[in-house]
């Protein structure tokens, strides 16, 4: 067989491993890239080239710079603002804030990132205002995808056609280039919905919905006892306490209304790791206000007493610290352990605040953990990320989790929004290439501690990287054996002739309903190189082209498994198979329409 015949079958055959769905698509990309080697169509360099293309590093960026603005607060405070000003009364209102802000994120952080930090706030915001989930979740959605447009950052696939640009010797389209297609695709995107969206789309609530974790310290402080009665004591010079050993300093045996919570570093916030209390450290106790009143004037302790259970949850729960909820499960060999409320934990990073047993409160004495038992402990957010990993506790609630819904704008959320906005200028005025930007702003994010390592390489998704990565030596087989050339000249003698506007529409076909059935980033990968040779027959301008296959793989509308954000709101919204294109086909059509007339007109053939 020759390579173009090759080439032709090897596409084939990811076409239908993709749809047929049951390999992971990395194993499929990765077949690809190998197959393409050991067929004799690629030399071994040019099938594994992709690994080191700037545009896969690039993308790979992207997911470090979204996860920081994530993890930080960025977008639980995003989300805040919108419940705050959509109101109960207008649905109009609540759609317009809601795919506004959806589709600006997105443009920031991609579709993924800023429907996975949106979900859940729209999910809480459809129970607070009585409204079925599913006419706010599908519009979410869409919404993203058509604000994909907006910027270079809002999709892989934004990138690849800006590079195939680049490779076709034209200048590539800029930062906020796209915002021209994609500002005409949101709003036409919103008024359909706004129009159409209530008849079209089902009143329906998901079987299972994502907690709201907005008030998960006031929830925890209340139901172990802390709501009340808390006073967080500072240390003063003048203290007998100053110097005076920790384990042995707060002697509360002539104040048995007082139960000692806690002792915190006064510079930190965090346990006291030191052997001796030291002026400014604090003191945390719960009891009898009198007690409280009698010990502090004796102990020349400054006294501060948090009743409100909204202040005792700012007293344990807040930008530096933070409470998480364990049980011992079976097994474990913390069980038969002693503990008691003010214990530090073997780390000194972690301090006990109370322990539960079938709903009970235990203590303030030494308790014998058994099996079910539960623990609230109190620490640094860091220590809480690193120490709860113990195979020997079950974490009720990810303390990552539950700082990104409940401290919206945490620690190093201004940090994050600043190397978002260096990267956005870096980006837009071409200063540097894209990947060089990227690059600075993930490097930035680990060396101001807004996230280590560790935590970068878990914020990229592999999947799409890997896939992005093995799937375009196959544009470069495409070129090199004259495979994608023959397509092209196939579909230009289809369109025969009916001239460039029936070839963008062809093109868009072509890219949709490929779209709708594996991934539109391997979509892209196998239409761009067609469309490419495409234009360059026709002897019109690749531009017009490369943006209108973007527009058609942003147009993942009709199926939920089309992109995985689809998916991702199929549970919560209780959609089944068909809600998708009773909403999607009229969004396509408006898609097909800028795609194939509007284009043109701003990118000249």
Request: net charge neutral; no cysteine.
């Amino acid at each position: 067989m020759t390579d173009i015949t090759l080439t032709a079958v090897i596409i084939a055959a990811a076409v239908v491993l993709f749809v047929w769905n049951r390999l992971p698509v990395i194993v499929v990309a990765m077949a690809v890239a190998l197959a393409l080697f050991a067929t004799g169509v690629l030399s071994l360099h040019d099938a594994l080239a992709g690994f080191g293309d700037p545009a896969v590093i690039f993308i790979a960026t992207l997911f470090i710079v979204s996860t920081a603005l994530e993890s930080t607060g960025v977008t639980a405070w995003a989300g805040q603002l919108l419940i705050a000003k959509a109101g109960e009364e207008s649905r109009t209102r609540l759609l317009v804030l809601t795919m506004i802000l959806v589709s600006l994120l997105t443009a920031l952080i991609s579709v993924n990132g800023a429907v996975a930090a949106l979900l859940p706030v729209v999910v809480v915001m459809a129970v607070r205002l009585k409204r079925f989930a599913s006419q706010l979740l599908m519009p979410l959605v869409f919404a993203a995808h058509a604000g994909s447009l907006l910027a270079l950052t809002g999709t892989p696939v934004n990138v690849l056609v800006s590079e195939a640009a680049s490779d076709a010797g034209i200048r590539p389209f800029g930062f906020f280039e796209f915002a021209l297609a994609g500002i005409p695709l949101l709003a036409g995107t919103m008024v359909i919905i706004i129009v159409f969206g209530q008849r079209l789309l089902p009143n329906r609530n998901g079987a299972t919905m994502p907690a709201d974790l907005s008030k998960h310290a006031q929830a925890l402080v209340e139901q172990y006892g802390l709501a009340g009665g808390l006073y967080r004591v500072r240390v003063k010079a003048t203290s007998p306490l100053v110097g005076s050993a920790r384990a042995s300093a707060v002697d509360l045996g002539a104040h048995p209304g007082l139960q000692l919570v806690a002792i915190q570093d006064g510079a930190t916030g965090s346990p006291l790791r030191r052997d001796t209390i030291k002026d400014g450290d604090y003191i945390i106790l719960k009891g009898d206000p009198e007690d409280a009143a009698r010990y502090t004037l004796a102990m020349h302790l400054a006294f501060r007493e948090t009743t409100e259970p909204a202040e005792g949850q700012d007293t344990l729960f807040n930008k530096n610290s933070g409470l998480a909820e364990v049980v011992i499960p079976p097994r474990s060999a913390m069980v038969g352990q002693k503990a008691f409320p003010g214990m530090v934990t073997e780390s000194g990073d972690l301090v006990v605040l109370a322990l539960q047993r079938a709903g009970n409160t235990l203590g303030p004495g030494e308790t014998t953990l058994e099996v079910g038992d539960s623990m609230l402990l109190q620490g640094t957010w860091k220590a809480l990320d690193i120490h709860l990993n113990d195979p020997n506790v079950l974490v009720v609630n990810s303390p990552e989790l539950v700082r990104r819904q409940a401290l919206p704008m945490g620690p190093g959320a201004k940090q994050a929004v600043a190397v978002l906005l260096v990267m956005v200028v870096l980006l837009a005025t071409g200063i540097v290439p894209p990947a060089v930007a990227g690059l600075l702003a993930a490097g930035a994010i680990i060396l101001m501690g807004i996230m280590n390592v560790e935590q970068s390489y878990r914020a990229i998704n592999w999947t799409t990287v890997i896939m992005v990565a093995a799937m375009m030596p196959l544009s470069t087989a495409m070129q090199q054996t004259g495979a994608a050339k023959l397509m092209a000249e196939a579909l230009v003698s289809a369109v025969g002739d009916l001239g460039p506007y029936a070839l963008l529409a062809g093109l868009f076909m072509l890219t949709a309903i490929l779209g709708q059935l594996i991934s539109n980033t391997a979509t892209a990968l196998i239409v761009i190189p067609i469309g490419v040779a495409a234009a360059t027959t026709l002897g019109i301008s690749p531009r017009p082209v490369l943006m209108s296959t973007a527009i058609a793989a942003a147009g993942a509308f009709l199926t939920p498994i089309a992109t995985p954000t689809n998916l991702m709101v199929m549970g919560p919204g209780g959609y089944v198979f068909s809600d998708y294109w009773k909403l999607g086909l009229p969004l396509l059509i408006w898609f097909f329409v800028i795609a194939t007339f509007y284009v043109p007109l701003i990118w000249h053939f």
